[in-house]
């Protein structure tokens, strides 16, 4: 499996608004759950299997890392710019690092402004 980085922030938004992650609607279900537990090995959810027979069924939670990753990358323009700097194969935490830095300095740019 080829790690998908949109994938990997499309299921960041999943777990925060639905604990049920796959199934899921035109996804598909091997490639979302390999996905899942590369994040879940990443410490950015927590991940219960709770498939049957019939269905695979995960249900995902972020854990406090997957919510200050998911705040660093949720702005579009951001993440836009992440990948057109540094391309869609780079290490998923160097990502996390570009994403934290941008983050800050934007914090800072503020907090200049202000005074």
């Not at 939670?61 to 869609?88: F, K």
Request: charge should be negative.
């Amino acid at each position: 499996m080829t790690r998908d980085v949109h994938l990997l922030r499309a299921i960041l938004f999943r777990a925060e608004t639905t604990d049920v992650v796959v199934p899921w609607p035109d996804h598909d279900s091997e490639l979302v759950a390999g996905h899942l537990q590369l994040m879940k090995q990443a410490g950015y959810v927590e991940v219960v299997d709770s498939s049957t027979m019939r269905e695979r069924r995960y249900q995902a939670w972020l854990t406090w890392s997957g919510h200050d990753l998911l705040d660093a990358i949720r702005s579009d323009d951001v993440w836009r710019e992440i990948i057109e700097q540094c391309g869609e194969h780079l290490p998923f935490t160097l990502i996390e690092r570009l994403a934290f830095a941008k983050a800050a300095a934007k914090v800072t740019r503020e907090e200049l402004a202000m005074k």
